[in-house]
């Protein structure tokens, strides 16, 4: 089943700092974190029942490759 995912403001810009920070260690680097974050998104958002249930109904995903981690 698929689920809408909204973004809320707050979660949209510690992805951004995470990018900046990310692209300033190294050149690319943050567009590889952020296609990262967008894979993670859309597996979540195909099948959003296969991240770890964390809190009654809130659940993680964690962003490949980077310590970064998405609650749904």
Request: charged share 25%.
């Amino acid at each position: 089943m698929m689920r809408d995912i909204i973004l809320l403001p707050e979660a949209a810009e510690d992805v951004k700092g995470a990018y900046d920070w990310y692209e300033g260690q190294s050149s690319g680097l943050g567009k590889e974190f952020l296609r990262n974050v967008d894979a993670c998104l859309a597996l979540a958002k195909r099948n959003p029942e296969i991240n770890a249930l964390i809190y009654k109904t809130f659940r993680r995903a964690l962003v490949r490759h980077f310590p970064f981690a998405i609650f749904l």
